[in-house]
């Protein structure tokens, strides 16, 4: 239930998660609140400033551009997410929803639980700037640190992967109630799985070094490779196994293939480093190599992870006691952990594929921005990322929605997934679709603090979206019918995206604002009407791009309708017919809202398809 780290199937990370930072760091000016900044501002900024504006953004514009950069990773993550698909549907055709599912998603899911937990928060988001700062800051473009935080980070992971493995049946003891054959099975499949660990943590932070030297292309385009390794495992499996009880070859295939996948995915990694001129080599020399200042910010890092898993832990072990709570009642379609995470699958599509690549391409960028001491930059590249964003991220919450039910038969409807099954995932797909815009807006906010060097803040708005995720998840299971439950948390994890989102902006928004009164300072400022321009803080409802979002919303609600309602009307066509309607509706209620609401930036997008479609010269 929130990032991925590369991997395409896995909701098993909880969201918005961190990463590490670097040497003479304490060189570079600290980004101050706003409101004690010296310098003068420019008299009421808009939301946005142009590029003709007085104080430009003093960082450069990383190469290649962030347009390219950002069409590249998201042609990746395209493809990414659709070899995800085929994957998820071959899992589920192997396994069903059932308790053999349960066990391989727990089990699979434990690896990135572990990681995330003990430092993947860490590597996440902190690395990018930190890096980005130690090659402005050394002599040596950052080369020697990043080898020495490199190794430190390996170090790490061997010794966490090692424990993991030994400490398997009490990691699954601690995330589900099983017991017996049921309780065997997990951990059978955990101890094949756990060893991904190491194999995460490598692609992160290889991941991440290729990312502050502007090459973002790889880490969106090895989890292909992963994808690939496990359809062929799981097609083996089909073709082989004869559908009754797992076999301990048969366990032993499944979980060490999906390793193996996770092993490629980071290790493709290694040829697009060389390119970039890096080349690893181990460096123990690390006292005095400024390495104490990450791991001090990466503190609040460890405690974010730990309060977001303290919701995930609740929701996996309510989910888990649903799905045995309906098998013990003879349930069909009973919906149990596996079934929440192939519709999170499904759900996360679009934010990896727009807000993912954006931000990936984006936070080098802010982060020279923040290291320059340059608030206003920080301020336009956020705001321009949250309309950007916005404007794809709304229709697919409404596409969602609206073909939830051909869409969840088109993925997952074959072998052991029958029509119950997959109109239970359906549902928990719908829960989870408006919560959609407030997942991505969030990530975006969250990378405006790393950026700027902050870790504190996260980890206390954090709070919010932990606490009503948990204890909206509670309520459900105890109040729901159980064929309901899993529905409800996915409902639960929503309303706490919602709520943390409108928070975190409120939040930034202060940080991020010019000081309140201009040319002069203090009392003279309140008490004197000549005391010259003065900025009024407007409320958070009136900027730029809260507008825009506000008015995609405002579209939203006849789009997913009758997107609702095309969809049901065309269901006799087949599931293929039906999907393609309503998310052809959908697009079309928004192409024609487009300009009356002023959605610019989607009226920019269409104007742009059509100019190029014209200029397109007809075959022959």
């Known amino acids: 239930m929130g990032e991925g780290v590369g991997r395409d199937h896995q909701p098993g990370a909880p969201p918005r998660l961190p990463g590490l930072s670097g040497a003479p760091v304490s060189q570079v000016p600290a980004m101050a609140p706003a409101g004690r900044r010296r310098r003068p501002a420019p008299p009421r900024p808009p939301e946005e400033p142009p ?112 424990t993991a493995v030994a400490a398997a ?45 502007g090459r973002f292309g790889a880490m969106m385009w090895t989890p292909v490779l992963n994808n690939v390794v496990v359809i062929a495992v799981f097609g083996l499996y089909l073709a082989a196994g004869d559908g009754g009880t797992l076999t301990a070859g048969e366990r032993a295939l499944l979980g060490w293939g999906t390793t193996a996948g996770i092993a490629v995915q980071a290790l493709a990694l290694v040829p697009s480093l060389r390119r970039a001129g890096f080349s690893w080599w181990p460096r123990f020399d690390w006292r005095g190599s400024g390495l104490t200042r990450p791991l001090r910010a990466a503190g609040w890092l460890v405690l974010l992870v730990l309060s977001n898993q303290a919701a995930y832990w609740v929701v996996t072990r309510l989910a888990t006691m649903a799905g045995q709570r309906a098998a013990q009642l003879g349930i069909d379609g009973g919906a149990g952990f596996s079934a929440y995470t192939h519709a999170y699958t499904l759900w996360a599509v679009p934010h990896g594929i727009v807000t993912v690549s954006l931000m990936t391409a984006l936070l080098p960028r802010m982060s020279r921005a923040a290291a320059d001491d340059d608030p206003m ?18 229709p697919a919450a409404c596409v969602l929605l609206a073909v939830a039910q051909p869409l969840m038969t088109l993925v997952y409807g074959y072998g052991r997934t029958g029509a119950d099954e997959v109109a239970l995932m359906a549902g928990i797909l719908v829960a989870f679709a408006p919560g959609l815009v407030a997942f991505s807006g969030q990530y975006v906010l969250s990378r405006a603090f790393y950026a700027l060097g902050d870790t504190r803040t996260p980890f206390l708005l954090n709070l919010v979206i932990v606490v009503l995720n ?151």
Request: glycine content about 10%; some cysteine; proline content about 6%.
């Open 377 to 394: 930059a920080v301020r336009r590249d956020v705001s321009s990322a949250l309309r950007t964003s916005s404007s794809m991220i709304v």
């Open 470 to 620: 948990a204890g909206l998840a509670v309520a459900a299971y105890a109040l729901l019918p159980v064929r309901w439950a899993v529905t409800g948390m996915a409902g639960a994890y929503s309303v706490a995206l919602l709520a943390g989102w409108v928070v975190t902006a409120a939040a930034l928004r202060r940080r991020l604002l010019p000081p309140p009164s201009g040319a002069v300072a203090g009392r003279r400022a309140r008490h004197s009407r000549r005391a010259g321009p003065r900025h009024r803080r407007e409320p958070l409802w009136r900027s730029a791009s809260a507008g825009t979002i506000a008015r995609l919303l405002l579209a939203a609600v006849p789009a997913a309708g009758l997107g609702l309602a095309a969809t049901r009307a065309t269901g006799a066509v087949g599931a293929v017919g039906a999907a393609a309607v309503g998310a052809l509706v959908v697009g079309a209620v928004f192409v024609a809202l487009a300009r009356p609401l002023r959605l610019a930036e989607l009226d920019t997008a269409v104007s742009g398809a059509v100019r190029r479609i014209r200029r397109r010269p007809a075959p022959g």
């Open 169 to 213: 049946p009490q990691i699954m003891a601690l995330y589900t109630g099983y017991s017996g054959a049921q309780a065997e099975l997990t951990v059978a499949f955990a101890r094949c799985c756990l060893p991904q660990i190491f194999f995460l943590g490598l692609f992160t932070v290889l991941g991440q070094v290729l990312n502050a030297r």
């Open 51 to 162: 590029s003709t504006s007085p104080q430009p953004p003093k960082s450069p514009s990383p190469s290649p551009s962030l347009a390219r950069s950002g069409m590249l990773m998201a042609a990746g993550s395209l493809v990414s997410r659709a070899t995800g698909f085929a994957r998820s549907a071959i899992v589920a055709a192997a396994l069903g929803i059932g308790l053999t599912a349960d066990g391989y998603a727990v089990a699979n899911a434990l690896p990135t639980v572990v990681y995330m937990l003990l430092i993947g928060g860490a590597l996440n988001a902190v690395f990018v700037p930190e890096l980005v700062r130690a090659a402005k800051e050394h002599a040596d473009g950052g080369q020697a640190y990043t080898q020495r935080l490199l190794t430190v980070c390996a170090v790490a992971l061997l010794a966490l992967t090692g």
